[in-house]
């Protein structure tokens, strides 16, 4: 495996420079134990939970830390008994940002010692982090033999990413992108895989504008074909792929071929609840959904959780009286990260409507009749869609993407967890986002485990 990543939450992150940095000069230990994953040629390490290990109990100086082998041992365990990854996590207080000699002395030795406690071959790691927060990673195989982790990632209110290797050269397309967000941004988008999850109404523009502004790989997620009823919102279909009813992910994807900046395509004619296309989202560095309904909503919330991603949902609503007169016209993006509010606790909607809709779509026969009774509320299955007011609030969700990785809002990113705006009612509102609770926050980076999400509909393991 060539291409290993680590992510990890900003909570988490102040959590370890707080430890690990005492403000004595000497070098401070932690051991993150993290779920994993792996799709499309990559592996993730996801912090799950951290040990901090107590300064008593080591030995620490300006160049070094050890630990006695009593203390590793119960690391070794729960990551054995939970089927995780072991991440040794150390300070660099000098600053250097390159492991050391020393430090290549202490990881052989340790993880020596992991492989013999937790079966199979799959990478552990080690990382420093210096005292201005960035973080340097590296994985490290059987044998002892050390492989590069491609990025560390943080997710959070900003959402950060270390490279190991340089900046790329800014393309010339891109030259104009680079005026406003600068190379570093402009580059970092070209780095990036991003899933979109629903390719239509708002997901279509979406998807060019991720293209156009240089995103380097998409993963694209929707099991539908195009009909003639929506080829007033799918950019680059035609009415011969409504005849043909050709999948909405092909003929996007040949439209992004077509436009020839570069961006790969990784296409799933599925829905979310595929294990296959679950794993790709779950192995994106960022996830934006496009979803009308509840349920695949509920559900993007959960992976985001469990995999440690940030999500940006958009929606949009439209009502019309039978007159023809508007009713609203508007919209919201969210943004949700792993120890954020979900949809429920948000108030977006609520556990009776999700179940309302699950019944809808799994047994319509006793939804009606649960319908007719009153003991559920009328599902809205069929939407209006207007392409100008999809691509209006299309274009605030990627705006939303730019702002967490190149924050330019006069305000901090922490007082937009939600943007609603009324197009018919002319206004804009922010609110923050909230702390999950403690129900939530214990599948935060658990990653693949059985059944996926902790949902036993979704069947065996991925």
């Keep these: 495996m060539s291409d290993i990543r680590l992510r990890l939450t900003d909570q988490q992150h102040t959590d ?87 430090d290549d002395d202490s990881d052989r030795k340790l993880f020596e010692s992991v492989y013999g406690w937790v079966d199979g071959d799959r990478p552990h790691a ?23 982790i491609r990025h560390v990632q943080v997710i959070g209110n900003d959402v950060l990413f270390w490279y190991d290797q340089p900046e790329l050269a800014v393309p010339a397309f891109a030259e104009r992108h680079a005026q406003l967000f600068g190379p570093g941004t402009t580059t970092l988008l070209g780095r990036l895989r991003i899933a979109v999850v629903g ?76 294990h296959a296309a679950m794993r790709a989202v779950a192995a994106s560095d960022l996830v934006i959904g496009c979803m009308d309904g509840f349920s695949g909503r509920h559900m993007l919330a959960r992976l985001a959780r469990y995999y440690l991603l940030p999500y940006i949902d958009v929606g949009v609503k439209l009502e019309a009286l039978e007159d023809g007169t508007i009713n609203q016209v508007a919209g919201s993006v969210h943004y949700l990260q792993p120890t954020g509010l979900d949809f429920i606790d948000r108030g977006v909607f609520s556990l009776e409507a999700l179940e309302a809709e699950d019944l809808l779509r799994t047994d319509p026969d006793e939804y009606r009749e649960r319908h007719a009774q009153g003991y559920v509320r009328g599902v809205q299955v069929d939407r209006p869609a207007v392409i100008s ?24 990113n922490e007082e937009f967890g939600t943007t609603r705006m009324s197009l018919s009612h002319v ?36």
């Excluded at 960035?134 to 002892?144: D, E, I, S």
């Design 16 to 102: 370890l420079h707080q430890h690990l940095f005492p403000g004595d000069g000497k070098e401070a230990v932690a051991v993150a134990l993290c779920g994993r994953t792996t799709s499309l040629g990559s592996e993730i390490l996801l912090v799950h939970k951290l040990d901090l290990v107590p300064y008593e109990a080591c030995k620490r100086y300006r160049d070094r830390v050890t630990w006695p082998p009593t203390l590793i041992e119960q690391f070794f365990r729960k990551a054995a008994d939970n089927d995780l990854a072991i991440v040794k996590v150390h300070s660099h207080p000098n600053g250097h940002d390159r492991f050391s000699n020393i």
């Design 126 to 148: 080690s990382a420093i982090m210096l005292p201005d927060g960035r973080m340097r990673a590296r994985a490290v195989l059987v044998g002892g033999a050390f492989a590069t």
């Design 199 to 274: 390719c239509s109404g708002t997901g279509s523009p979406v998807i060019e504008q991720l293209v156009r502004l240089g995103v380097g790989e998409l993963v694209l997620v929707d099991p539908d074909h195009v009909e003639e009823r929506n080829l007033n919102r799918i950019l680059g279909a035609t009415a011969e792929d409504a005849i043909q009813e050709r999948l909405k992910v092909d003929v996007i994807e040949q439209h992004i071929h077509r436009i020839g900046l570069g961006t790969q395509v990784h296409k799933f004619a599925a829905s979310l609840e595929n």
């Design 389 to 412: 007011v999809n691509m209006h609030f299309a274009s605030l969700a990627v705006n939303e993407v730019l702002a967490r990785l190149h924050p330019f809002r006069m305000d901090d």
């Design 427 to 462: 206004y804009i509102e922010y609110e923050r986002d909230g702390i999950a609770p403690p129900r939530t926050l214990a599948s935060v980076g658990r990653g693949d485990i059985d059944p996926p999400l902790g949902m036993p509909s979704l069947g065996a393991r991925l």
